[in-house]
């Protein structure tokens, strides 16, 4: 089965620094994957969706990118801001057309930006 | 702020109960998600609902049951609560069933089984 993992439970940086976050995967590639913010106690929210056949997505300070002959993607924050404090997840999106997938979630990675 | 609420915000079960959980999907999304979240792991899929049919379901016992509702609201039920269902229950809508959209997440119900 399809196994997700994310290298780091957790990642302190000084703010200003870039972030980078490590998501990786066995298997077979997604036809898509996405990355979301979890704030304690709260929902996801969804940040980043890069299709297999991008290598590199951005949106304002964050970029993501998707390798599938490493089967890896990597998330970066640039200039990061303590606001930027909270827990990342991968996610793989199994959803192929109208198939009965579904969103497969790495553990997370706890993000601490330090002022 | 997604405009999927979900209720209650929190409860508190004893092993063997049954429960409930309601959710109301983003306007227009005909989908609806259910995750369990064990604290400190990422969400795991128990099933998804599309125009009131189960459209795939994840490696939940069938004591885990859901309904979705013409207005594509949605429930969870669970029955025979074991201490190990305590969690965070999170649904998520989207506007259809397959890949390449986002889900937007409610807030979650926090369930501790006792």
């Known amino acids: 089965s399809q196994k997700i993992e994310q290298n780091s439970e957790a990642l302190n940086i000084q703010e200003g620094k870039t972030a980078t976050l490590t998501c990786n995967y066995t298997n077979y590639s997604p036809a898509y994957l996405q990355w979301y913010r979890q704030d304690p106690g709260r929902g996801p929210v969804f940040l980043l969706l890069i299709r297999e056949n991008e290598k590199e997505k951005r949106k304002e300070r964050l970029k993501v990118t998707f390798d599938t002959t490493l089967k890896q993607s990597l998330f970066h924050i640039t200039a990061s801001q303590p606001a930027d404090s909270a827990t990342y997840l991968c996610a793989l999106d199994m959803r192929y057309g109208g198939s009965q997938g579904n969103l497969i979630f790495g553990k997370g990675t706890k993000l601490s930006v330090k002022p | ?114």
């Open chain 2, 1 to 114: 702020e997604t405009g999927v609420t979900q209720s209650p915000t929190h409860l508190i079960k004893t092993r063997g109960q049954q429960v409930t959980l309601r959710c109301s999907s983003q306007s227009g999304h005909n989908t609806v998600s259910w995750y369990q979240q064990a604290l400190g792991q990422g969400p795991q899929f128990i099933f998804q609902y599309y125009r009131e049919e189960e459209n795939g379901r994840g490696n939940f016992p069938p004591r885990f049951s859901g309904l979705q509702f013409p207005n594509y609201s949605s429930e969870l039920n669970v029955n025979a609560l074991e201490l190990d269902d305590s969690a965070l229950y999170l649904c998520a809508s989207s506007p259809r069933r397959t890949g390449g959209d986002t889900q937007y997440f409610g807030p979650g119900t926090r369930l501790t089984v006792l």
